[in-house]
């Protein structure tokens, strides 16, 4: 199984609503990854867990909020979205956070409306 | 800091013919350098990668690149596309080590005419 799994496929929100969205990998890795991605833009990286904990925050503002609950599964909630956070979030999962295989493999991506 | 330029907004080539897509990367040192693909609503997909060796490297899809120091270059070929390789193509690089960092370029997208 070499497949990042990605739930929902497309999510409309309203900027009160709280929703989150749901990855899961089964190939053992032990980093996983939030991407955001706008139109014709590539990723940018949000956030980095590395053995289940949170190595890397890139300044992404405190309405996304990610969970590790254990090394197969990521979770990103979100709360109080503008219009602007509606992208493309992708998530992504490697061996090892600090191998140089530098593979990562992506999830087909939730594609997030805020209205 | 690293950086990727991909010259290249948009590139149309006709099915058949061959296809090169251009990448420069700005490093230190001599970094980790791929490329990844993405279908229309897709995630990415990795085509290939450098770390070390042999400056040609073959990746999936009968995609080829190669690594050239003196031009801070890695230049995506494909002798032969297919309507299929349409899609954006990422190249990106990642320090020496820890992929966390992996920064890309701006992508090229590649559409393909009969």
């Known amino acids: 199984d070499t497949e990042v799994t990605q739930t929902p496929k497309h999510l409309v929100m309203g900027m009160t609503n709280k929703k989150s969205l749901k990855c899961e990998q089964h190939?053992?890795?032990?980093?996983m990854y939030w991407y955001k991605q706008k139109a014709k833009k590539p990723p940018e990286l949000m956030f980095v867990y590395s053995y289940e904990k949170l190595s890397i925050n890139e300044s992404v503002p405190s309405r996304f909020s990610p969970e590790c609950p254990n090394s197969s599964l990521l979770n990103l909630h979100l709360h109080a979205l503008q219009p602007e956070d509606s992208a493309l979030y992708l998530c992504?999962?490697?061996?090892?956070?600090?191998?140089?295989?530098?593979?990562?493999?992506f999830g087909e991506g939730s594609r997030l409306t805020v209205l | 800091a690293q950086s990727v330029t991909q010259p290249d907004i948009h590139i149309t080539v006709s099915e058949g013919a061959s296809l090169e897509l251009r990448c420069n990367y700005s490093?230190?040192?001599?970094?980790?350098l791929f490329w990844y693909v993405q279908s229309p609503g897709q995630g990415l997909q990795l085509l290939l990668k450098?770390?070390?060796?042999?400056?040609l490297v073959q990746g999936i899809k009968g995609f080829e690149a190669e690594f050239k120091r003196s031009q801070s270059s890695f230049n995506l070929r494909k002798p032969s596309v297919h309507w299929s390789d349409a899609a954006e193509y990422f190249c990106a690089v990642a320090p020496f080590f820890g992929n966390e960092k992996l920064t890309f370029g701006t992508g090229t997208r590649l559409t393909i005419i009969p």
């Open positions: 490093y230190g040192a001599t970094p980790y």
């Open positions: 992504a999962s490697s061996q090892d956070q600090g191998s140089p295989s530098g593979e990562l493999f």
């Open positions: 450098y770390f070390s060796g042999d400056t």
């Open positions: 190939m053992g890795h032990r980093a």
